[in-house]
Nanobody, 119 residues
Framework: QVRLVESGGGLVQSGGSLGLSCAAS????????MGWYRQAPGKQRELVAS???????KAVDSVKGRFTISRDNAKNTVYLQMNSLKPEDTAVYYC?????????????WGQGTQVTVSS
């Protein structure tokens, strides 16, 4: 079992920056692919960025060059640094941990943190 707790959301003006953190409890954190998802009102949840156990990252086109995902396995924490924020980045941001093994898929979600970007 993995418990994920996000922090760092809030209200920021357009063009500003915010940093999100997701602290994971439990074991085998380094084995998980960690992801940040977001869900805006009336929209489907979408993947924002992810980082594999080996450190490979990917991000949705709308945030490339502005958002950076990173992880610190020693601290069981994944981060999302968000720069040049836009009003369309407003959403609830969720942390996800996923690990697919030959016998089972492990998939955990945090409770979410609100990010609001004012114009």
């Amino acid at each position: 079992q993995v418990r994920l707790v996000e922090s760092g959301g809030g209200l920021v003006q357009s063009g500003g920056s915010l940093g999100l953190s997701c602290a994971a409890s439990g074991t085998s954190f380094s084995s998980y692919t960690m992801g940040w998802y977001r869900q805006a009102p009336g929209k489907q949840r979408e993947l924002v960025a992810s980082i594999t156990s080996g450190g490979s990252t990917k991000a949705v086109d709308s945030v490339k060059g502005r958002f950076t995902i990173s992880r610190d396995n020693a601290k069981n924490t994944v981060y999302l640094q968000m720069n040049s924020l836009k009003p369309e980045d407003t959403a609830v941001y969720y942390c996800n941990a996923r690990w697919t093994t030959p016998w089972k898929e492990f998939d955990y979600w945090g409770q979410g943190t609100q990010v609001t970007v004012s114009s």
